[in-house]
């Protein structure tokens, strides 16, 4: 049964950054697509950032030039780089992994959700 703990949210004002971690315990991030998600109060949850078992990133429009993905094999850790925030940006973000190559298009598909951590971006 794999687990994923997030960490590294908080309140920051607009145009500053943030690094948020997600720590994973029985799943292999190497062969694991991963993904970073957030959901804004009253809004559906949505994709951020993607991940390919090799390695191959893909971004939402809205973060891209912004936001980096990243990952650590060896200590099972996922990162988000979140540069140049926006009031926008605010949401809980959760991280998820999904074993295989290929990354699942769908919320629904995702095997493996973290609990989330609060962004707050002030104007």
């Known amino acids: 049964q794999g687990q994923l703990v997030e960490s590294g949210g908080g309140s920051v004002e607009a145009g500053g950054s943030l690094r948020l971690s997600c720590a994973a315990s029985?799943?292999?991030?190497?062969?694991?697509?991963l993904a970073w998600f957030r959901q804004a109060p009253g809004k559906e949850r949505e994709r951020v950032a993607r991940l390919r078992a090799d390695g191959v990133p893909y971004y939402e429009d809205f973060v891209k030039d912004r936001f980096t993905i990243s990952k650590d094999n060896a200590e099972n850790l996922l990162y988000l780089q979140m540069n140049t925030l926006k009031p926008e940006d605010t949401a809980v973000y959760y991280c998820a992994a999904e074993p295989g190559l290929a990354c699942p298009a769908y919320v629904s598909g995702w095997l493996y959700w973290g609990q989330g951590t609060q962004v707050t971006v002030s104007s």
């Open positions: 029985g799943v292999s991030f190497s062969r694991f697509c």
